[in-house]
């Protein structure tokens, strides 16, 4: 397609998305989760078929020479697929919260005033490489009632081509418009560039992958961005606390795994506790092959010990989300230090205290001005299936609208309902 | 100043903005109510100078030719004031909904997660003429915990520079930043595009004006904005219905006041009730001057009426706010009709159903996609105060993050707090 075939073209998907969502927005929860059983199965019955039209995919990624964890990220394996399906279920089972009414209070005049829950209406995503994505998106997309359109990674195209007719056939099956989700068929970033820039058929865009992606799209999008941008999280070793906890929970947070957003990137510890706990889980990641990058006073405690990476932080250290075996580590006065360094430096993310101080976890609570805070609990739990939202469509750095993990509500909003008997202003 | 200069003015204004905005998340409710009652005090003590500093901005507008509707939307006389100490003392008496954590639900793994309100951090306002907005924005920043930056319009600039330094005598009396509350000094309009786009600093932006000044807003801004455009509402009188109630209600919604964006804009008949209903309401429009602008049933309906305004309505009448002593008048075949016309041509503000068939009512409530949806009441109902929320700092026709009257929740945003006992992801 041309640049004014594609303008079409995405134009026409916006229109057919706004029309779809009308019909969403009314849909019955019934039929909307007999959509999705209807997907879990379809998702099943075409396993072997869907595996083979990623093949092409992983072929053709191979053949440009991506990177192993790259085409790893693009496998949709049977496994994969059976996830997947068990997401459309469980996201059936799981209550319909829209139509919803809250608050309903009588006003002086005499009228009934509350909020309804009410679908967005139609977003837009934008995501790489990993095609089970189109999954979770579409069907958080019809359970929450509203219309989506996607637009998946280049590399995915194949895969994502072959779950999105599965996901129509499904919405047919239960008599929902099949425009209901809907996948953008050109690989052209012309067509991204439309996209997020209709704000009569769209009203969010949603991106999902790299920073570069977010940090353009955010630039030039012309409808809200729910966006995510860095996850460099924090640990903070209070004193008073369980140095026992404090080095289980530092230790996962830094390395359950390496590559995730809510994996700590930096480690404060109270001097207090500092000469007690460093030591500890210095052991812990040395022994794991984590390079600690340290301030002077943690590095005069860890560089002594056998095996340890220590090398001295620099400014940069403190913002830097490292994604791998590595972690920054400070010793701070106090909770009033700690938590003016976070503010200062996380990306508002995730960060955690780890205390026996009420008072002190109270402040951390309040005063840490990040999506997600903890008290006593690993970053690593900063994640929609953690927090009981049964699925996430994304995580969200900023404040407006929606802010951390984003589930079906995060893809809602509040209309007012006004119940009268008659009443008029006087 | 020149434009480097007030580049660097706004850009230190943002800065101080930011600074407040950490002290206010954690001041305490009793701190902030001081503060709201002392503004309170300071309104009434000050009602002569400030009176004074009025007149010299309404001699401005008058002698630079400025029309009398203008010149009296800038006009802050005694009761005017008092009405702002009122405000001021209200708020003093509402909840702190500030640091209130809601939906607290332990997890699978141990870990119990819930919500906690917040402020955004720093709003920014842009608005024109009435000086009072002034007020009404300081007075929700504080109590919401936020900062704000206060941009007026050039002609009220005496009045609000005199509301701004009580506001920031206020904040110092209860030992709060009085940076938590700024005005814009300059009225050069590059101050304006300056504010909009420093996500750094501004959270989000809340203009409040014409169409035209919130068009070039939502344009240019680099941040969210909170957007309130068109006011094209409708009551539609369905068939059954009480039909004195339709003739009470829908003399309300459009006479009551013609100027408010709450006022209804077009009617809407059921064939069924035509008959009976619109010689009844015609003969009210009539007698206080109303025309009509109507499809040709309602025109044949209508016509015969001694002293009746009744012209055909063009296409271009169903999208218009008229703001005047205008209605656009049509007749529709029943409930189906009348939320399709809705939702093609209405600014999606607020809608009203005069019905006493409940399915209609639930199908009305539910489809018609608009901020605010009613019942048997006149639309000039959606207003903040009207809706229990104590004040306004605008109303919204976006549906993300905040959707109609916008009071200090929508100021708010909630962040994910994780208390825990040491668990660890496994």
Redesign the interface.
């Known amino acids: 397609m041309n640049a004014l075939n594609i303008a079409e073209y995405v134009h026409a998907l916006g229109l057919q998305a706004k029309v779809a969502s009308?019909l969403m927005?009314?849909a019955d929860a019934a039929i909307k989760n007999r959509a999705l059983k209807a997907l879990a199965r379809l998702l099943r019955d075409n396993a072997q078929a869907l595996a083979a039209d990623n093949a092409k995919d992983l072929e053709r990624a191979i053949a440009a020479g991506l990177s192993a964890p790259m085409v790893d990220r693009l496998r949709l394996g049977l496994k994969a697929i059976e996830t997947c399906a068990l997401g459309c279920e469980q996201l059936a089972t799981m209550p319909d919260i829209i139509?919803e009414v809250v608050g309903l209070?009588q006003?002086e005049?005499g009228?009934r005033?509350g909020q309804?829950r009410?679908p967005?209406?139609v977003f837009g995503m934008v995501f790489e490489s990993r095609p089970n994505v189109t999954i979770e998106a579409a069907s958080l997309s019809i359970k929450s009632g509203n219309a989506a359109i996607l637009r998946g990674g280049s590399e995915a195209i194949e895969s994502n081509k072959a779950l999105a007719r599965l996901v129509q056939q499904a919405l047919a099956e239960a008599g929902l418009p099949q425009n209901a989700v809907q996948l953008v068929q050109t690989t052209d970033r012309e067509a991204v560039g439309r996209l997020i820039a209709m704000p009569e058929y769209v009203?969010?865009i949603i991106p999902r992958g790299g920073k570069g992606l977010i940090e353009r799209i955010s630039r030039e999008a012309k409808v809200?961005v729910i966006k995510h941008l860095d996850g460099n999280c924090h640990t903070y070793v209070d004193d008073p606390c369980?140095i026992a906890?404090a080095v289980?929970?530092a230790?996962?947070?830094k390395t359950?795994k390496y590559s995730p957003c809510n994996a700590s990137e930096g480690l404060l510890v109270a001097r207090g506790a500092a000469a007690r706990f460093l030591p500890q889980i210095g052991a812990v990641y040395a022994a794991k092959g984590v390079e600690m990058r340290c301030d002077a006073e943690a590095q005069a405690l860890l560089a002594p010990l056998a095996g340890a990476q220590v090398v001295p932080a620099t400014e940069q250290d403190w913002s830097t989300e490292y994604l791998a075996p590595i972690i920054s580590v400070k010793v701070v006065a106090g909770v009033d230090e700690a938590i003016a360094h976070i503010?200062r430096y996380s990306s508002h993310h995730t960060d955690?205290i780890i205390t026996t101080d009420h008072r002190h976890a109270q402040r951390f609570?309040?005063?840490v001005?990040?999506?997600?805070?903890?008290?006593?609990?690993?970053t690593?739990?900063?994640d929609g299936f953690?927090?009981?939202l049964g699925a996430e469509i994304g995580i969200s750095t900023?404040?407006?609208?929606a802010?951390?993990?984003v589930g079906i509500e995060g893809l809602t909003?509040?209309?007012?309902?006004?119940?009268?008997?008659?009443?008029?202003?006087g």
């Not at 001005?369 to 690993?378: I, W």
């Open positions: 009308a927005a009314r139509g209070k006003q005049s009228i005033v309804m009410v967005i209406g009203d969010v809200p369980d906890m289980k929970v230790d996962n947070a359950q503010n955690a609570l309040r005063e001005d990040s999506a997600s805070v903890m008290v006593n609990a690993s690593r739990f900063a953690e927090y009981g900023d404040k407006f609208h802010r951390g993990p909003s509040l209309k007012w309902v006004v119940l009268g008997n008659g009443e008029v202003r």
